[in-house]
């Protein structure tokens, strides 16, 4: 059954995880951009269908992800993706309760790939280019979505 993100019920279950992890992805910049094509058309598919939203992160050699939607969805869309051979390391920074999304309008949003992103997450990630451990879910979770809005209105 299709699940519409913009009728979340109150008494809903909607559950938000907040991961990153180290990519796996290797090859010319072209090959990487066409495989991160791919993720994100599946992940867009797959993530309507069950009412998921969230946003992507890929830069510096890791991944960063936001996930929510209704509990069981979150969590069988998570297990297949930690299953993914594209990348390793899966660190679960968040799996929690909320009120409300913050991705409502987005099935997963891709954000961090402008030049002025890169830098700013050069930034987060640290110059080794893998630090986020030291980043909470709420905070990797809210840079993702400032990441998100800006680039919407840049796209406007
Ligand atoms: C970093 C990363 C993020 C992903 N995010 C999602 C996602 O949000 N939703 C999803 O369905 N698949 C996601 N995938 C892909 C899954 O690992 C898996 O390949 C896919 O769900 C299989 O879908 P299919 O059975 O429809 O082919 C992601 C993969 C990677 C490497």
Not at 109 to 130: C, I, N, P, T
Request: hydrophobic share 40%; proline share 2%.
């Amino acid at each position: 059954m299709s699940q519409d993100a913009s009728h979340d019920s109150p008494t809903q279950n909607l559950r938000r995880l907040v991961y990153y992890s180290r990519n796996r992805v290797t090859g010319a910049p072209a090959a990487m951009n066409e495989t991160i094509r791919g993720i994100l058309a599946v992940s867009r598919a797959n993530n309507a269908r069950v009412g998921v939203t969230g946003a992507l992160m890929f830069n510096a050699g890791c991944f960063a992800q936001v996930l929510e939607g209704p509990g069981e969805a979150v969590e069988s869309t998570f297990e297949r993706i930690q299953q993914d051979e594209r990348h390793g390391e899966v660190s679960l920074l968040a799996f929690e309760a909320v009120e409300t999304r913050l991705f409502t309008e987005w099935s997963m949003a891709f954000v961090g790939a402008s030049q002025a992103d890169a830098a700013r997450y050069g930034d987060l990630a640290g110059e080794s280019g893998f630090d986020l451990s030291r980043m909470t879910g709420d905070k990797l979770c809210a840079v993702l979505h400032g990441l998100a809005l800006e680039e919407e209105a840049a796209a406007a």
